[in-house]
C-alpha cells in the first residue's frame, strides 16, 4: 500500500498541470505525467493499493471547478484507488508526530522552509499520519516536508523525478 500527494495526483488526473522542479538540478521533471502513469500501471498490475487521503482530495478538489465530477469518477471507479479519513488511528499517528516535533525543537523542527505556517505543518503531517495508520510502505510527493515528515515516520518516500519513464514502444515504423 503506497499513499499519494496532491502534487502527485495532480499529474495523474490532469497531465497538463505543470511539473515540479527536480531538486537536484532546478529544471522540471521531464515526463512526470507519464512517470506517474507508469507507476500507476505498475501497482494497479501489483495489486497494490493507492491510497488517497482525505486532505489531499480536499486540496485536490478546491481548485478542481467542472472536473471535480470526473475526478471523482476515477479515483472512485478504480480499483486501485482507496480513500481514507482522518480517522482516530490518524489522530493519534498526528500527536504523536507533532510531540515528538515539540520535544525536539518546536513545530518547525523537520520542515524545508522556516516559513511555513502551522496549518501547513499540520496539514503535511496530517497526510503522513495517515499513511502511517493505513500502514503504507511509501509516499509519493514532490511536496518537500511531505518527504522529509515520511521519512522520519520511517516510510520510504519518492519524487517524481524518482519513478521510472514507461518503457518506449518497441513497435516502431519502418520508413521505405
Known amino acids: 500500500m503506497v499513499v499519494f500527494d496532491t502534487s502527485i495526483l495532480l499529474l495523474l488526473l490532469y497531465p497538463d498541470a505543470k511539473p ?21 500501471e505498475v501497482l494497479s498490475n501489483a495489486k497494490e493499493k493507492i491510497v488517497i ?4 482530495l ?8 467542472e472536473a471535480t465530477s470526473q475526478y471523482l469518477d476515477i479515483l472512485n471507479g478504480q480499483a486501485v484507488f482507496r480513500i481514507a479519513p482522518f480517522d482516530q488511528k490518524a ?3 498526528a ?3 507533532m510531540s515528538d516535533a515539540l520535544s525536539r525543537g518546536g513545530i518547525r523542527i523537520d520542515t524545508t522552509n522556516p516559513n511555513a505556517t502551522r496549518g501547513k505543518i499540520k496539514f503535511d503531517r496530517q497526510i503522513v499520519a ?19 515528515y515520511a521519512r522520519h515516520a520511517g516510510m520510504k518516500a519518492y519524487r517524481s523525478v524518482d519513478l521510472d519513464l514507461p518503457p518506449e514502444d518497441l513497435q516502431t515504423t519502418m520508413e521505405f
Open 130 to 148: 495517515i499513511a502511517k495508520a493505513e500502514n503504507a510502505i511509501a509516499v509519493y510527493s514532490d511536496d518537500d516536508d511531505v518527504v522529509k
Open 58 to 65: 480536499s486540496e485536490l478538489l478546491v481548485n478542481a471547478g
Open 95 to 97: 500527536a504523536i508526530a
Open 53 to 56: 487521503p482525505t486532505p489531499v
Open 91 to 93: 489522530a493519534i499517528e
Open 20 to 40: 515540479p522542479i527536480d531538486p537536484a538540478t532546478g529544471a522540471a521533471v521531464a515526463k512526470a505525467s507519464d512517470r506517474i502513469q507508469h507507476l500507476v
